[in-house]
């Protein structure tokens, strides 16, 4: 497991520290969102905000995590 759809799955179970392995040597847009969705089930939403931004994405107060998860999952699957 080392791509970012296998990190999405990890998203999904909940299991942020393997997807956040995953991330971390993803450079692309999808990977950052993904990097702060990380750090948002991890609960550190500072850094979450961080990842968002170098997604190119606002990190909102109301975020939903699952919401979050679907919309990369369906923007990744469209490319």
Known sequence: MNTLHDAITLL?????DAA???VQNDDSA?????????????????NAGYWYGRAGRELTVDAQIDDEIAALKASVADN
């Not at 999904?12 to 942020?16: F, H, I, L, Y």
């Not at 999808?30 to 500072?46: F, R, S, T, V």
């Open 12 to 16: 999904e179970k909940g299991d942020w």
């Open 20 to 22: 956040h392995t995953i």
């Open 30 to 46: 999808p990977g950052a969102w993904a990097h702060g969705i990380a750090h948002m089930l991890e609960g550190d939403l500072k």
